[in-house]
């Protein structure tokens, strides 16, 4: 099995910076990808970045410009640097894993960490 353990979110005011952590652990064969999901009250969960084996990402447009997913390999842990922040960007943000461990494909969530930015 695969556990991924999110922390950073917070509080911030408009414009301000925060930056997530997505740790993944357990019986970790190959990453496939890795990235961010959001979901804001009333709204549907929606990709923010994500990050392949090879290093080639994918942005909403809405976080482009402002923010960047990065990766530790060998730590397999990612990152979401989110700066300019704004209000719309206040959500549960979730930690996303697709890979496998031994010979099973696994797809595996985070449980979310909430970033709520202040106008």
């Known amino acids: 099995q695969v556990q991924l353990v999110e922390s950073g979110g917070g509080l911030v005011q408009s414009e301000g910076s925060l930056r997530l952590s997505c740790v993944a652990s357990?019986?970790?064969?190959?990453?496939?990808?890795m990235g961010w999901y959001r979901q804001a009250p009333g709204k549907q969960r929606e990709l923010v970045a994500a990050i392949r084996a090879g290093g080639s990402i994918d942005y909403a447009v809405s976080a482009k410009g402002r923010f960047t997913i990065s990766k530790e390999t060998a730590k397999n842990t990612i990152y979401l640097q989110m700066n300019s922040l704004k209000p719309t960007d206040t959500a549960v943000y979730y930690c996303?894993?697709?890979?496998?461990?031994?010979?099973?494909?696994?797809?595996?969530w985070g449980q979310g960490t909430l970033v709520t930015v202040s106008s």
């Open positions: 996303t894993f697709r890979g496998t461990s031994l010979t099973r494909y696994l797809e595996v």
């Open positions: 357990g019986t970790i064969s190959s990453i496939y990808t």
